[in-house]
């Protein structure tokens, strides 16, 4: 199983980047996908998560409103689009799966190698 992140990048204050996460090695529509991110220095957060059976999101206090996570089954990808994006969001990116149901999305087995975003001036 493979995961990666991609879509990082630099982006000024209030801004918008899409992540994507691409697989192989498992099929994503039976599985529920979780993205988390961690900052130097501070504790890995999950900041959002599309579960398997409703397609149902969930999105940390940190980045409701802003954030939005979507799958293409076609495609075994899913996206985490971020808008109005602010310094305090600059992260390494991941995403994460192994599982059908977020609430237990800290226990995914399978991580992606991340991709960096940076919110600067």
């Known amino acids: 199983v493979q995961l990666q992140a991609s879509g990082g990048g630099l982006v000024q204050p209030g801004g918008s980047l899409r992540l994507s996460c691409d697989a192989s090695?498992?099929?994503?529509?039976?599985?529920?996908i979780a993205w988390f991110r961690q900052a130097p220095g501070k504790d890995r957060e999950r900041i959002s998560c599309?579960?398997?059976?409703?397609?149902?999101?969930i999105y940390a206090d940190s980045v409701k409103g802003r954030f939005t996570v979507s799958r293409d089954n076609a495609k075994n990808t899913v996206y985490l689009q971020m808008n109005s994006l602010k310094a305090e969001d600059t992260a390494v990116y991941y995403c994460?799966?192994?599982?059908?149901?977020?609430?237990?999305?800290?226990?995914?087995?399978?991580w992606g190698r991340g991709t960096q975003v940076t919110v600067s001036s």
């Open positions: 994460r799966t192994g599982g059908s149901v977020c609430s237990i999305a800290d226990l995914f087995p399978y």
């Open positions: 090695g498992v099929t994503l529509d039976y599985n529920a």
């Open positions: 599309i579960s398997r059976y409703d397609d149902k999101t």
